[in-house]
């Protein structure tokens, strides 16, 4: 199953090695996004090198490791702001966030707008939404 990072023009430009690794990586964030877990940490579960994850993650995802995190955190809790009633915070929380700023700042920089303002979006877009054409 593709992730919706994936980009297919990439295939390329790396070896299995390399795809590997970073799929492994992606793998192990993806399943850990309420924890922070550094590059020393993956590098170690994996064993490779701190360089070999950097490089081999930007290859085949197109972005380093922090930023990829950092969206996925944004786009799982986008999905709780809009299928859940759980607290911004609450959703910070389980996105790897103690300081609701912190969190909010980070929604904002990714999706364009504060968590409470995205989950108001999203319910008056629901709400008024119009029926499908029969």
């Not at 790897?96 to 008056?124: D, H, M, Q």
Request: proline content about 3%; aromatic content about 8%.
């Amino acid at each position: 199953m593709a992730h919706p990072f994936d980009t297919g023009e990439r295939m390329e430009q790396y070896t299995q090695s390399q795809k590997e690794i970073a799929e492994k990586t992606q793998k192990i964030l993806l399943g850990n996004l309420e924890r922070h877990i550094t590059i020393g940490e993956l590098a170690q579960e994996l064993h490779v090198s701190q360089t070999q994850i950097k490089v081999c993650f930007h290859k085949v995802y197109g972005m380093p490791v922090f930023a990829y995190t950092r969206k996925a955190r944004m786009e799982a809790a986008a999905l709780q702001l809009r299928e859940t009633q759980d607290s911004v915070l609450e959703i910070a929380g389980q996105c790897g966030y103690e300081n609701g700023s912190k969190f909010a700042t980070a929604f904002r920089s990714v999706i364009g707008l504060s968590p409470s303002e995205y989950r108001r979006r999203c319910r008056w877009d629901q709400d008024h939404k119009l029926p499908a054409d029969s």
